[in-house]
């Protein structure tokens, strides 16, 4: 896997790159490897380059792969996509954190099953920063009010805010969605005086310009492994 390993070598490079345009400590972005549709073999050799976390977008995906490298100690999981509430058990369950957290619902399912499992979850608000009718997130607006009401759900670890961007290659239209999540994660700071210290923004075709305008975490799969299988 010499050549996983150069691209991951490529891929932090640009972060620390993206980080010295913006006068950031690169140790301040994690990079988070997007392993959908990916097979378990491909995981187990970025874990033998060093890398524990691994980000799903689908919970059953996810409970497969974690089974297949059962032996491969240390491993996390973290659901990055959609998260239907009749999923939030086996989420809870397998996963050390969910950034898809954007309802009420959602969180009360979650919660749940937390309190079942006895354990806490680590979460994200998923923010809806492009305005698209196709995205799941709140609207920027409504999250005040919804991380507020998360108070009520003790199992629940509120770390930040999560988006996707307009799916383009202008930057004058990523941008502004990338501007919007900090400036929602500076009205939360000012309301609570700490805390909500996670970004999760930039994928592989923005992530460098996430990481000029704040991200703390990227999701990158295609930059690192290839174009995904169908699936």
């Known amino acids: 896997m010499t050549g996983l390993a150069e691209q991951f070598r490529a891929v932090e490079g640009r972060i620390a790159a993206a980080c010295a345009r913006a006068g950031r400590d690169p140790a301040s972005v994690r990079l988070l490897p997007v392993t959908k549709t990916q097979p378990a073999a491909v995981v187990r050799a970025a874990a033998a380059l060093g890398y524990r976390a691994f980000g799903e977008n689908r919970v059953q995906e996810l409970v497969a792969k974690q089974a297949a490298l059962a032996e491969v100690p240390g491993l996390e999981w973290v659901v990055i996509g959609h998260l239907q509430t009749n999923k939030a058990k086996p989420a809870a369950r397998h996963a050390r954190a969910v950034q898809s957290l954007e309802s009420l619902k959602l969180a009360k399912a979650l919660q749940s099953a937390c309190e079942e499992l006895d354990r806490t979850l680590d979460v994200l608000i998923e923010v809806n920063t492009s305005g698209e009718d196709s995205k799941f997130g709140l609207v920027p607006a409504d999250v005040i009010v919804f991380a507020k009401e998360l108070r ?80």
């Open 152 to 231: 009520a759900f003790d199992r629940l670890r509120p770390l930040g805010l999560m988006t996707l961007a307009l799916p383009s290659d202008d930057p004058a239209l990523v941008a502004p969605c990338f501007k919007t999540l900090a400036a929602v994660q500076t009205q939360l700071r000012y309301r609570d005086g700490e805390g909500w210290d996670e970004l999760s923004m930039g994928m592989s075709g923005d992530f460098e310009l996430a990481v000029e305008l704040g991200s703390t975490c990227v999701r990158v799969g295609t930059a690192l492994f290839g174009a995904r299988a169908a699936g």
